[in-house]
């Protein structure tokens, strides 16, 4: 028995001695290392990526395979295995290409998807850092503070608010704002300017041990470029008194590291009657170092301010009595202003060809203030009902984590695992929720203090991959400590509570030929509660936990096609958030969402791609009657799609549209929440190396409602409340034109 142990063993953690390796470079056609080039086996299924000097090693070769050399925006090269090649080095080298689908290899891997959502990325860019957002097939965004707020986000019957049930990231820094003073996990993108944006990572559901705190419905990583081939300068003006800048230049490159600059300035008065003056800027410096050998290092520095007016949500009764203008305002006094300044550090030390060790720090320093006034004179009949939401906010956090690779047994088994620690501590001084008049007078506060929020966590997660079968199953912990001190308390007021999460999970994944594959995904996520709610409710329910599961498939029946199709299930503990507007607790139970995903990419021509993606939701409170179940603005039906063109006569561009079905504002679906048809167009010309475009949002002018609330209000004529859809409209007919010059 002991020898059949210690058998297992070996074949558990050594090379078997039948594997070859395949090692190399891939070079652009002027010598340049391209990173992030796919590496795929078409016969084992075994895949890698290049790095950033363009160095690659592909396991388990056998004389005779079928390589794949892939990345978009190039030509794939495909390389047959011969017995001089076997634990050899080659050169590849990759001519460039328009992006097109037939560039996108379908591997075994969780997130693959992500990879053929990329090339929605490339063939029509994104106009702004939120829209990256929509690119995530089934989320849909909506902003209702004129462009200062975080967007409201919605995915698979989720009102995410600002980003509660979503996990974002950017380059592996935390966007997420835990115990915000606006809402549980607020996160603002717009400290993210949109042309240094590489690609999307994203997972729909909980199923991923590497994300932890607002991973229920899914997560979103953006990765921005690690280096600029040409300088840029853009401008951009528009209807609304709207001006862009951008500049992007190169300030060193060698052969082993290189930095660049980016910035963004926007101003705009936006379409509504009282002017937004809204104003925001972006700096982005970075720098890069490999060896080309065992290190990689990136060094980043962000900073973002902005401010701005709102005209807030309106009361649909002051429209249809034309007391108002559907662009007007019943407190045109909101708005805020806000700030962030980032520092992250991503390092990665290669200890030999089976692992590594990667490892990244961070440092943000933020201010948030926000002026908003929902229900007019319901609470107040003489001043009003503004309020005011504050904070100023210090995050500190790190990870490093092990990765480890080896083989087992015979040339079709392969085996990985990961293992990793790391924390996240926020440091929130004066977070308050106040009564204020006019943006100038402080009437009354009723929330005041300082959070402290601790949250330490690892993670252990195993690939096993044989034949056409990969295994992928992990485990979570995480661990949090809440500190709130209450300043508004007359005596020194401070209360502690602390909680553990555990988390499996596990995905399938069966790949019967290298065109199709067949996925099962389950795990276990949560998101964390406001330290305010936790420490009021003595640590109850502070970690309500998401199951979920999906079954489903990926096809591509020919190279330039590509279909996605999956089931869907999350069950909820509970719904139980910290309402910032009004500084309430306000549970909601049980909650169930069944659901179907289904998309289609099609590279019709060389030049012209399209994509299509539609969503349906079932979205159920699992605790209340029948018909007084709804769960209040979860979308049930959600469609986008897109027809992009390029390099027609040195014309490109593309149009698409957003569709979003009536949806129910309360529990019993007796307030509606409109839905609507939205279409955008963009036209570019290029000549040289100068661009001149136009960007048409809202196409057919479409009177639409981005966003709405069932809320209860009253208005300073009225004597009895009234609870009704409040709306922010969307935005009418809006044309900008663009040049740009690169150098």
Known sequence: MKKQIIYILLMLFCTSTYAHDLNGKVLSENKTALEGVGVYNKTTGGYTYTNVSGYFELDDISVGDVIYFYSLGYKNQQLTITEAQLNSTVEIILQESAVSLDQVVLVSKVNALSNFVNVDVKANPVKSSQEILRKVPGLIIGQHAGGGKAEQIFLRGFDIDHGTDLAINVDGLPVNMVSHAHGQGYSDMHFIIPETIDNIDFGKGPYYVHKGNFNTAG?????????????????????????????????????????????????????????????????????????????????TLSHFQSKWDASGQIPQRSVDAGSISRFGAIDDTEGGNTSRSNLLLNHTKQLDEHSRVKSKAYLTQYDFELFSNFTFFLEDP??????????????????????????????????????????????????????????????????????????AYGFFDITYKKNKWTLNTGLRLDYFKFDYIDKLSETYDSKSENKLFLGPKLNIIYAPTSNLQLFAKSGIGYHSNDTRVVTANNGKEILP????????????????????????????????????????????????????????????????????????????????????????????????????????????????????????????????????FVTDLNINYSIKNWTLGIIVENLFDTEWNETQFATESRLFNETEPVEEIHFTPGTPFYLRGKVSVTF
């Open 545 to 676: 936990l998401a199951y979920g599961a999906d079954l489903g498939a990926i096809y591509k029946p020919i190279d330039r096609l590509a279909i996605n199709v999956a089931l869907w299930s999350l069950f909820l503990d509970q719904e139980f958030v910290y309402v910032g507007d009004a500084g309430i607790v306000e549970p909601s139970g049980k909650t169930k969402r069944l659901g179907l995903d289904f998309g289609l990419r099609y590279q019709l021509t060389d030049w012209l791609y399209a994509n299509g993606d539609i969503n349906y939701t079932y979205a159920r409170s699992s605790e209340d009657p029948s018909g007084q179940d709804y769960i209040p603005l979860a979308p049930d039906l959600t469609s986008s799609a897109g027809l992009s063109f390029s390099n027609i006569n040195n014309f490109s561009g593309g149009i698409n549209y957003k569709f979003v079905k009536d949806r129910p504002a309360n529990e019993d679906n007796s307030i509606v929440a409109e839905g609507y």
């Open 219 to 299: 997560y979103v990583d953006l990765k921005t470029k690690r280096k600029i081939d040409k300088n840029t300068v853009s401008l951009e003006l528009g209807q609304f008194n709207t001006l862009r800048t951008l500049g992007m230049f190169k300030v060193a490159e060698s052969d082993f590291s290189n930095a660049y600059l980016a910035s963004e300035l926007v101003l705009t008065d936006g379409p509504f009657e009282s002017s937004q003056n809204f104003n925001r800027i972006n700096i982005m410096g970075r720098y890069s170092f490999n060896n080309r050998k065992d290190q990689d290092l990136t060094l």
């Open 382 to 455: 003489v001043n009003g009902d503004q309020i005011r939401q504050s904070e100023d906010r210090t995050i500190i956090g790190a990870e490093t984590s092990y990765e480890h690779s080896v083989h087992i047994g015979d040339h079709d088994s392969q085996f990985k695992y990961e293992s990793g620690i790391g924390f996240r501590y926020d440091d929130v001084n004066d977070v308050q929720l106040s009564r204020t008049k006019n943006r100038q007078t402080l009437l009354e506060r009723l929330a005041f203090g300082d959070v402290d929020e601790l949250n």
